[in-house]
Each structure stands twice: as C-alpha cells, then as structure tokens.
C-alpha cells in the first residue's frame, strides 16, 4: 500500500482504511463514516471529528483528546491507547474483543482518562497500560472489564460512576 500526503474528506457511509503507518491529513468526516486504523504496526490517530472508528492489527495511540458519538470498534488485533494527558470520551457504543490501554506511566499527573457516556452497555478489555486518571461512567449502563492482562486496573484519580443504577462487573 502506498501512502498519501494530502486531506482526506470522508462522506457520510463511506470509509476510510488506513493500512500504512502514514496517516493522512483527516478532513470532514462524516457522521456515519468510518475510518479504520489497520496497520500492521503503530499508527497515530489524529484528533478529528469521527462518525465511527475501527481499530486493528496492532496498537493505535491517540494524538490527543476527542470525544467519539459513534461506535468504537477494537477488533481482537487491535489496542487503542489513549496515552498520557489524553482524554477519550465514548457517547457512541463499544465494540470488539480488543483493549483499551491507559497510559504507560504510574505518575497521576500524566495518566489518559476514560469517559463512557453512552446509552449502551459495553465490555472493555484493559491491556498492559493500565494507568487512568479518571475512569467515569455516566448512565446506567454495565460495564464489563474482561481481561486485564493479568494486572491490576490503576484509577490515580477518581472512579467516577454517574448513576446508581450502573454495575461494574
């Protein structure tokens, strides 16, 4: 696959897959477009406004902090770091057998932060980066952290849960 240096705009529906580590200028997506992230190695995912996103094939780590209001998909290959100092807020739905990984650092002060507002229950899988900040859940929804690599989930600021209803398995 050949790279490509130039905005990439992705109509509503369509999408958009990613398998070179080159990631292209993002531009207008829209509300019920894809983008993928697919490389077979590290990609860098640009802050954008996305519809859904798709991650797989290998770690994928957030350039910054960026609420998504459509469906996150982490396929089995795949792992989302949010990274340090980030922000990932989820009001869209969750899906996939992948993992989601905090940051790699113990320090409280550079720790990413979880947001899952969405309607919808979910399953989450924390990798082998497992330090949050903050980790807040906002609606009655379950949420299931699987499979934590063997580790212990690190909250260095608050586990915030938004209604009485919400369950944490």
Do not use: M
């Not at 990631?23 to 590290?42: D, E, K, N, Q």
């Not at 340090?84 to 869209?92: R, S």
């Not at 899988?125 to 989930?153: P, R």
């Amino acid at each position: 696959t050949n790279s490509f240096t130039g905005t990439v705009d992705v109509n509503n529906g369509g999408t958009l897959n990613l398998v070179n580590t080159s990631v292209p200028t993002l531009g207008t997506l829209g509300a019920t477009s894809t983008v993928i992230f697919a490389a077979s190695s590290s990609q860098t995912i640009p802050v954008a406004t996305y519809g859904n996103l798709t991650i797989d094939n290998a770690t994928h780590t957030l350039a910054g902090s960026f609420s998504l209001p459509g469906t996150l998909t982490i396929n089995a290959a795949g792992i989302l770091a949010i990274g340090d100092n980030n922000t990932l807020t989820l009001t869209g739905t969750l899906s996939g057998a992948g993992y989601i990984n905090g940051s790699s650092s113990p320090d409280p002060s550079t720790n990413a932060s979880f947001v899952y507002s969405s309607s919808s229950s979910g399953n989450i899988n924390i990798g082998n980066d497992f330090h949050f900040k903050t980790f807040t859940v906002t609606n009655a929804v379950t949420l299931t952290l699987n499979d934590l690599l063997g580790a212990q989930l690190q909250i260095n600021g608050a586990l915030n849960w938004g209604n009485t209803n919400s369950r944490l398995d």
